[in-house]
Nanobody
Framework: QVQLVESGGGLVQPGGSLRLSCAVSASFDSFNTMGWYRQAPGKQRELVASITSGVGTNYPDSMKGRFTISSDNVKNRIHLDMYSLKPEDTAVYYC?????????????WGRGTQVTVSS
């Protein structure tokens, strides 16, 4: 069973930076897309950034410029570096990965890590 475990969340002041990490229990070679989503109270979960095998990184327009996703294939971790944080970035951030197998697409989620941007 694939497990994703996030870390690095916490309280940060507006304008600050934070790095989130996701430890993945399987080799990156087995995944198609890996990334980060977030969900703020009362809102739908939204994509922050992703990496697709053989394609590269993807950022929704609203996330470009302040978020950077990276992967460490040796340590089986993906990171999300967040800069110039705003109160509206407050959310639970989830690590996600999917596999494309003969039986279909399989999605895996971490439990999430809380990020609170407040003075």
């Amino acid at each position: 069973q694939v497990q994703l475990v996030e870390s690095g969340g916490g309280l940060v002041q507006p304008g600050g930076s934070l790095r989130l990490s996701c430890a993945v229990s399987a080799s990156f070679d087995s995944f198609n897309t890996m990334g980060w989503y977030r969900q703020a109270p009362g809102k739908q979960r939204e994509l922050v950034a992703s990496i697709t095998s053989g394609v590269g990184t993807n950022y929704p327009d609203s996330m470009k410029g302040r978020f950077t996703i990276s992967s460490d294939n040796v340590k089986n971790r993906i990171h999300l570096d967040m800069y110039s944080l705003k109160p509206e970035d407050t959310a639970v951030y989830y690590c996600h990965a999917d596999q494309l197998l003969s039986g279909g697409r399989y999605d895996y989620w971490g439990r999430g890590t809380q990020v609170t941007v407040s003075s």
